[in-house]
Each structure stands twice: as structure tokens, then as C-alpha cells.
């Protein structure tokens, strides 16, 4: 008895976990369709907001580079300990 339960309890939570990969993907294509289609729309918008920030404070410029160079540095880092 308790196999059994086990087993349709099994089937209901792939079922449902199919159901959730399917709503997932639809909502995932339709962001990336959004993207996609107006890709240059939001690199101007981007460039836009990045010369008003650094017109307004050039040291929080600085602070995102730096962080994003020490994130670079770390990924590569884990990357190098991952292949030995």
C-alpha cells in the first residue's frame, strides 16, 4: 500500500512539474521575444542612463567597474579551480 502511494504521488508531482516547465517557458519566450525585437532600443536607453550617471556622479562609474572587475576576476578564478 504504501509503494503504491508512493508511486502516484511520484507521477502527480512529474505531472505538475511538467506543467511548470511548460508556464516557465512560456513566460521566459516572451521576455526574450521582447529583447530580441527591440535590442536596440535598450542599448540606447542604456547608453542614455549610463552618460546621465556619469555626468551626475563619475565615482559610482568607478565602483561598478571595480565591482565588475572583481566579478570577472572571481568567475575566472572558479573556472580555473573547476578544470584541475
Given at each position: 500500500?504504501?509503494?503504491?502511494?508512493?508511486?502516484?504521488?511520484?507521477?502527480l508531482?512529474?505531472?505538475?512539474?511538467t506543467?511548470?516547465?511548460?508556464?516557465?517557458?512560456?513566460y521566459?519566450?516572451?521576455?526574450?521575444?521582447y529583447?530580441?525585437?527591440?535590442?536596440?532600443?535598450?542599448?540606447?536607453?542604456a547608453?542614455?542612463?549610463?552618460?546621465k550617471?556619469?555626468?551626475?556622479?563619475?565615482e559610482?562609474?568607478?565602483e561598478?567597474?571595480?565591482n565588475?572587475?572583481?566579478?570577472?576576476?572571481?568567475?575566472?578564478?572558479?573556472e580555473k579551480?573547476?578544470?584541475?
Amino acid at each position: 500500500m504504501d509503494y503504491n502511494n508512493i508511486i502516484n504521488e511520484n507521477k502527480l508531482l512529474k505531472e505538475e512539474n511538467t506543467i511548470l516547465k511548460e508556464k516557465l517557458n512560456k513566460y521566459m519566450n516572451q521576455h526574450k521575444n521582447y529583447y530580441e525585437n527591440n535590442k536596440e532600443i535598450i542599448n540606447e536607453k542604456a547608453k542614455k542612463r549610463l552618460k546621465k550617471l556619469s555626468e551626475e556622479n563619475p565615482e559610482k562609474i568607478k565602483e561598478y567597474r571595480r565591482n565588475a572587475y572583481l566579478k570577472r576576476k572571481e568567475k575566472l578564478k572558479n573556472e580555473k579551480i573547476v578544470e584541475l
